[in-house]
């Protein structure tokens, strides 16, 4: 192989793994698909960041987009069993 080649395949294979921000959609979307999650909810977690131009609470740059994919997914995951324990309770 060409080290042109290494050079794309070895980009390509890295920028997915959580510390490249902004991350690819692509990855986004694989990402929240392999947590169980949907793809709305995936580009909901991508336009938040990107208004935000990936910058954590504390005015850095956000350095895993994993670590803040998988708060995104845990909050709501406990948002929707607490919307459903309210529907079923008042139900």
Known sequence: MTRK???LLTDHVV???GKN????K?????YFQ???CSEYEAMEFYQHFEDKQWINNRG???SNWK???????LKW??????????ASASG
């Open 60 to 62: 850095g740059t956000l």
């Open 5 to 7: 080649l290494v050079k």
């Open 15 to 17: 920028s997915g793994s």
């Open 34 to 36: 392999q947590k169980g």
């Open 67 to 73: 670590t803040a994919a998988w708060e995104w997914i």
């Open 26 to 30: 692509e990855h986004v979307k694989i």
């Open 21 to 24: 921000v902004p991350p690819l």
């Open 77 to 86: 995951v406990i948002l929707n069993k607490v919307t459903k324990q309210k």
